[in-house]
């Protein structure tokens, strides 16, 4: 039997799993961990001892709480946790501060925390699917962000410090709010190179003249 110590890499699926065996605090050393189609409804509390995780994968698992010692991974830079039952992440998750990528599609998160302002290194963020109605202002302050989908929301309006994301390359809107305006403020991004949108989305004048071999908008 190999020593958990030496353990680095943990994929489990189809086991039936309801939640994370306390044996898992043994793999001190422990750099991904993988759990897919299981029926775990919680991430607890002993995920925070897994200090060393680079990237931590709870897809299709019918997840419904995340722990806040999630914040305690230092050194986690991909979180998937898509298609779950989340209604909300954690505060906590603000200080991932090595996060890079974070997958969130299809759940039924509402909001996300002001925290997520403080992921100064987070390049991708897929929160499409779910039932998003605002994003907080904090959200300006994504500096690495360089791909956004926010598809499929209830999203009315974004905030004026979208203007913010000057590394943005790629947004997706389509089917974000009936009702959706995207503000002028997003005209500064000068990186932003598509913006996938549909026919009810209002944009502004600013982006419809920038249009050229450089910046696109697909109309879905």
Known sequence: MANPEDVQRLKISNKDMRTLPDEIVEMKNLRELILFRD??????????????????????????????????LCNLQVLHLQNNSLTEIPFTIGELSS??????????????????????????????GNSLKTLPASFGNLSSLRFLYLGRND???????MGNLKSLV????????????????????????????????????????RISSHFKIVVK
């Open 99 to 128: 996060l890079k990528e974070c997958w969130l599609y299809n759940n039924y998160i509402d909001s996300l925390p002001t925290s997520i302002g403080k992921l100064d290194k987070l390049q991708i963020l897929f929160a499409n």
């Open 39 to 72: 029926h775990i409804d919680t991430i607890p509390a002993i995920i925070g001892k897994l200090t060393q995780l680079t990237k931590l994968s709870v897809s299709s698992c019918r997840l419904q709480r995340i722990d806040d010692a999630l914040g305690r």
């Open 155 to 161: 999203l009315i309006s974004l905030p004026r410090e």
């Open 170 to 209: 790629e947004l997706d809107l389509t089917n974000a709010g009936a009702v959706l305006q995207i503000p002028e403020s997003i005209c500064a991004i000068h990186n932003l190179e598509t913006l996938y949108i549909d026919p009810t989305i209002v944009i502004p004048y600013c982006l419809e003249s």
